[in-house]
């Protein structure tokens, strides 16, 4: 019995084993293989966006916003293609003969040295044009500039496909003294600028360049207006449809008008009994000064039956709907996460569209915005709107209002938000518009 355990586990230690060097056997054919499909993912990008020309920041026909996430999925390429084609290499410096027989009898077959070549090609031409030139020159710091001559600059002798030699020119790169401080011209800046915007007004070109940008705005407003209409009208139309044609009809079966259970929490009960008595008090106040005909106890009944049957059915659909609310609320989500999902492009330029309005106010602008945002949300008469919202949204999914619940938010989301909010001014706005943050503080003094 010993024996056969042992023979067991040698086995699956000899499974293990096998799989471990069949992967190391595959490993140039897989490393080899993520490198192209990182080169097709760049090509895919400029033959989609840039008419199969280069992926250039200094494209006109996108926002910088739409720019950087270009530009992030081209790096995060490159260093797939780069770091799996160093593992191409690697692997095949490794492998020999043996190895090849052994790929062989273990029924791994490799692709031919056409298809390794095409591949190899590919790859090249691709991030061959996203390669700069490592030129390591050992420049001397002196007080005047120093003229390098590139051709004196030593190249790597044996070049790969990532790092092209060095074209043969007589190209000059003068080093440029570094200042520590910008020093005072001889002229006013003032005077500079009015010299610079004078260059600008002169330029023939300067009307297009006026119209091309006046027509990128333009762009870029309309598809932000668009997308904000769209992360708006679509949830609201998810929410409404999925409502009527998929919610309702499951809970009207699953839940008919005739259940006994009229009330989802005591809060409706509660309601629905103050209304029936303010209902009676009021018959029997109308019918002792004489506005109604005299009534019996009777008919007081009678009429107290009706109102509470039409009181019970008004209770029941208003508990019905909160439960449709709920599923249709999920509707809502999940198509305003899809929209966001597939809309990264106009999520781009939406912020930059964001970032030139908010940047473009004036100072006074934006202390204004500052102050009413946190009088609104975190300021002194901020629990009042809070106790509202979620009363409102209790109610709307037909929950009880939770008072201490509620008092707890209260005392705890506002003083986070304030706080999150400060930081920001702290960090981040002190930074871009110090003007803005005095202007606030004057102001909220």
Do not use: C
Not at 3 to 8: L, Q
Not at 33 to 56: C, M, P, T, V, W
Not at 118 to 124: P, T, Y
Not at 356 to 376: E, Q
Request: aromatic share 12%.
């Amino acid at each position: 019995m010993p024996t056969m355990n042992n023979f067991a586990f040698s086995q699956k230690i000899y499974s293990y084993l096998l799989a471990a060097y069949r992967w190391y056997l595959l490993t140039p054919q897989r490393s080899l293989d993520e490198a192209y499909q990182a080169a097709l993912q760049i090509k895919s990008i400029e033959d989609e966006h840039f008419n199969g020309r280069k992926i250039d920041a200094d494209s006109s026909s996108y926002s910088s916003s739409m720019m950087d996430y270009f530009e992030s999925d081209l790096k995060k390429q490159l260093k797939i293609a780069r770091m799996r084609l160093t593992e191409f290499r690697a692997s095949r410096w490794f492998s020999n003969e043996s190895n090849q027989k052994a790929a062989r009898k273990t029924g791994i077959e490799y692709p031919s040295a056409e298809i390794i070549l095409e591949k190899l090609r590919f790859i090249d031409e691709v991030i061959s044009k996203y390669t700069v030139p490592d030129i390591e020159t050992n420049f001397a710091i002196v007080n005047q500039p120093k003229i390098v001559k590139v051709d004196e600059v030593a190249t790597p002798k044996s070049p790969t496909p990532l790092a092209p030699q060095l074209p043969n020119k007589n190209l000059e790169t003068k080093q440029k003294p570094r200042r520590k401080a910008d020093t005072t011209g001889v002229l006013p800046r003032s005077i500079l600028g009015t010299i610079s915007r004078l260059q600008v007004e002169l330029d023939p070109n300067s009307e297009q360049d006026v119209v091309k940008s006046f027509r990128q705005a333009q762009r870029r407003t309309i598809i932000s207006i668009r997308f904000i209409l769209l992360l708006i009208i679509v949830p609201l139309l998810a929410h409404q449809l999925s409502k009527a044609l998929i919610v309702g009809p499951l809970i009207t079966h699953f839940r008919p008008a005739e259940t006994e259970n009229v009330f989802l929490n005591f809060e409706m009960e509660e309601e629905a009994l103050s209304e029936l008595q303010r209902f009676e008090e009021r018959i029997r106040f109308e019918n002792l000064i004489g506005i109604t005909p005299p009534l019996n106890p009777e008919a007081i009944e009678e009429k107290l039956k009706e109102k509470a049957a039409e009181i019970a059915a008004e209770f029941r659909g208003e508990s019905a709907n909160a439960i449709k609310n709920v599923f249709a609320d999920i509707f809502s989500v999940i198509a305003f996460v899809w929209l966001l999902l597939v809309s990264k492009q106009s999520i781009a330029v939406l912020k930059d569209f964001f970032d030139n309005l908010v940047y473009g106010l004036s100072d006074s602008a934006k202390a204004f915005i500052i102050i009413l945002f946190t009088d609104v949300f975190v300021g002194f008469h901020s629990p009042h709107g809070w106790e509202v919202i979620l009363e409102g949204v209790s109610r709307h999914w037909g929950l009880p209002a939770n008072r201490d619940f509620i008092f707890l938010f209260i005392a705890t989301f506002p003083v986070i938000l304030d706080t999150i909010f400060k930081y920001w001014i702290f960090r981040y706005l002190n930074r871009i518009s110090p003007s803005a943050v005095a202007t606030y503080r004057n102001m909220n003094e």
